[in-house]
């Protein structure tokens, strides 16, 4: 099994919450039908995209490296918690949105949380 | 000629000289508008248009543009026949928002002579002329009457509007009414080539000089005139005045030409929707609405709008392939590598929206905006070298965007995307580039053309008082967006012919004292 697919997929899925993931993949690079099997779905480049923009221009040293090692260590235990991981930081999103607390990642007006989580996806690509 | 009372210029013996008590230029919109109310107080009205009653190359010919600014078509915008552009217009209709008249400290130039309360009987007026019912844009009222679900904006950030449309054909609408007036001469055919003070030192217009393309030409003398031309031909005829006064009529102060707007159409931003989707259509086309229809938008507010010292902002929404729009960005706004990353990452898709264009299965809403130019005097019509075949000089254009522009539309796509995203109801990408150098590639115009002989009651400021009569002239008025000092984003024809009906009423006044 490719492990950095389980991971892409399931967190894109269970990770970034409804309204920004089905957004996102529907206007992004896949096909907005996502199937049963999670293997079966291509890695989300637009997610992963986001992800590498908000490391390179949004995210302060210091978070790069909190993210880097979260990323690391939640790899270390699988990808179970790695989605968990990223779900809990989208669930911020609504509460991000309302402090004003959005970033603009790849063009996209984001939560600064959803923004994370997607860094989170592309750190763990990274690294796996 | 289906309308059999009419003339056509091409058959009036050379030299002739025809009188009337007002002598109005250009029959769309505005000089149809201004022709009505004065026959309808019995004046003697001599209506002059260019063109005759279908498009005819050889009349285009004489009003062709040279174009030196931003990639702009404005020969495609404008129509030289009776009717003028409405001809061809989409019958958008919506009032300026109160605070689009206003002296606001961040847009330089900005400011109407009198206030939107001024414009609201004739607004009101206006709608009866378009048939739009009554005068009211509540968009939530709409939305209830007819049961169309909005989004919950907050209202301070971003707000929901409504338009109307009725796409009245001003040749066809008031035609038989026109053909039918005993007090009217209209006159097909009649290009007015000059404006002729009675002499050099008079602030008095005696007459116009009018041509055919048959060669024939002929005068019009009439106690006051009226110039209804569209936005581009209005400062062309008045600069091409210059026999008497060397810059041309109204131009004491260099404005005539200058501060050329248009409503800046720029897609530069979409949003993936979060299902169910039936809200968003509400956005996205115009539905049935009491006699005419309806449409509704997201908009900034005018609070925000102060807040952000930002110009006003609208946008459309309109469903689009995302894969489509994607390749659009590659193609027109330089390419990314990423970009490319991410079309390949489905070539599926992407192969889709390359065969199919813009007919792939829509997936995203395009943010279509219709955005407040900020006054620039740079963005100008002047006379070109060039000129038609009757040996008169053309119009050039130079439309000119400004870096506020930019900033401008940039800062409202992101309250907007806020918005989106708080409301869950999806997420928006702004595909502008927020670089420092000013970018507005793809930014095109909605064929508004406005600015160019701005009312300002200081004469060394405009070209036109409050009521649109020419500065340092007595009887000589101007009528159409030309006279717009600052646009709003509200489409342009309903307060044309506001404006109109409220210029015929101070030309009643002005021929009652005599
Ligand atoms: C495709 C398109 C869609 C549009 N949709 C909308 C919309 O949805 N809502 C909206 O508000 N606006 C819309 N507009 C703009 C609208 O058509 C104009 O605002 C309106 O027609 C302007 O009225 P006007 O009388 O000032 O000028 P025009 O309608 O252009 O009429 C000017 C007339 O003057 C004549 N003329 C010009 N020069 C001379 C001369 N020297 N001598 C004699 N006659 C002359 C011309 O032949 C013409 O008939 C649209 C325009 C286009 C092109």
């Given amino acids: 099994m490719d492990r950095r697919k389980l991971i892409l997929s399931g967190a894109a899925g269970a990770g970034l919450g409804v309204a920004a993931y089905g957004a996102i993949v529907a206007a992004g690079a896949v096909p907005a039908c996502p199937t049963e099997d999670p293997l079966a779905q291509p890695a989300d480049a637009a997610l992963l995209r986001i992800g590498a923009r908000y490391l390179a221009t949004a995210a302060g040293a210091a978070e790069k490296q909190r993210l880097s090692a979260l990323a690391e260590s939640l790899l270390a235990h699988g990808p179970v918690t790695l989605n968990a991981a990223s779900a809990s930081l989208s669930a911020a999103a609504p509460e991000d949105f309302a402090k004003g607390e959005v970033v603009l990642c790849d063009g996209w007006v984001l939560a600064r949380n959803e923004a994370r989580a997607c860094a989170l996806l592309t750190l763990a690509s990274q690294t796996a | 000629m289906a309308f059999d009372r009419f003339r056509d210029a091409r058959t009036i013996t050379d030299g002739t000289r025809l009188t009337a008590d007002v002598c109005v230029v250009g029959a769309g919109a505005a000089g149809i508008t201004i022709t009505r109310a004065l026959l309808r107080a019995g004046y003697r009205v001599c209506l002059l248009e260019a063109g005759g009653l279908s498009v005819d190359p050889a009349v285009d010919a004489l009003a062709a543009v040279e174009n030196v600014g931003i990639d702009y078509r404005p020969n495609d915008a404008r129509m030289r026949l009776f ?27 900005s400011g109407w002579p009198f206030s939107f309360d001024e414009l609201r009987p004739y607004y009101q007026a206006a709608h009866e002329v378009l048939g739009l019912g009554p005068f009211d844009y509540n968009a939530a009222e709409g939305a209830a009457r007819i049961g169309a679900r909005l989004f919950d904006f907050d209202g301070v950030n971003v707000a929901t509007t409504m338009s109307l449309h009725n796409r009245v054909r001003f040749g066809l609408e008031f035609g038989d009414a026109l053909n039918a007036a005993r007090n009217l001469q209209c006159i097909l055919y009649a290009d007015v080539s000059s404006i002729d003070l009675a002499n050099a030192e008079s602030e008095v217009v005696r007459s116009v000089s009018v041509r055919s393309i048959a060669g024939n030409a002929f005068t019009v003398q009439a106690r006051a005139f009226v110039i209804a031309c569209g936005g581009i031909e209005n400062a062309r005829l008045l600069l091409a005045s210059n026999q008497q006064r060397p810059a041309g009529l109204g131009n004491h102060a260099d404005a005539v030409g200058r501060f050329f707007m248009e409503h800046i159409w720029y897609e530069s931003g979409y949003i993936a929707p979060t299902p169910p989707l039936a809200t968003y259509r509400h956005y996205a086309r115009e539905v049935p609405y009491n006699d005419v229809r309806a ?11 102060r807040e952000l010292r930002i110009s006003a902002f609208r946008a459309e929404l309109v469903e689009k392939p995302s894969a489509y729009w994607e390749t659009w960005h590659v193609r027109h706004q330089g390419i990314d590598p990423s970009d490319i990353g991410v ?39 002047t006379l070109s070298e060039s000129r038609d075949p009757l040996g008169r000089p053309l119009a050039r254009l130079n439309w000119r965007l400004s870096r506020q522009d930019h900033d401008c539309i940039f800062h409202a796509h992101e309250v907007i995307a806020s918005e989106i995203g708080r409301r869950s109801v999806g997420r928006m990408r702004v595909t502008m580039h927020d670089r420092s150098e000013l970018d507005l590639s793809g930014a095109a115009g909605a064929s508004h053309h406005m600015g160019t002989t701005r009312m300002h009651i200081d004469p060394a400021r405009g070209v036109t008082d409050a009521q649109g009569r020419v500065h340092f002239t007595r009887n000589l008025y101007v009528a159409g967006s030309s006279l717009f000092p600052t646009s709003g984003y509200a489409n342009p024809t309903l307060t044309i012919v506001a404006l109109a009906l409220r210029t015929a009423d101070a030309l009643k006044r002005q021929l009652r004292r005599g």
């Fill in chain 2, 83 to 109: 009717g003028g552009t409405t001809n061809h217009w989409g019958g958008h209709c919506v009032p300026l928002n109160p605070i689009d008249l206003e002296a606001r400290d961040w847009i330089d130039h």
């Fill in chain 2, 343 to 381: 079309l390949l990452a489905n070539p599926l898709k992407m192969g889709a929206a390359l065969r199919c264009r813009e007919h792939a299965a829509p997936d995203v809403f395009v943010l279509g905006n219709l955005i407040e130019q900020i006054p620039n005097p740079e963005s100008r019509v």
């Fill in chain 2, 295 to 305: 449409r509704f938008q997201i908009a900034i507010p005018p609070e925000k709008q």
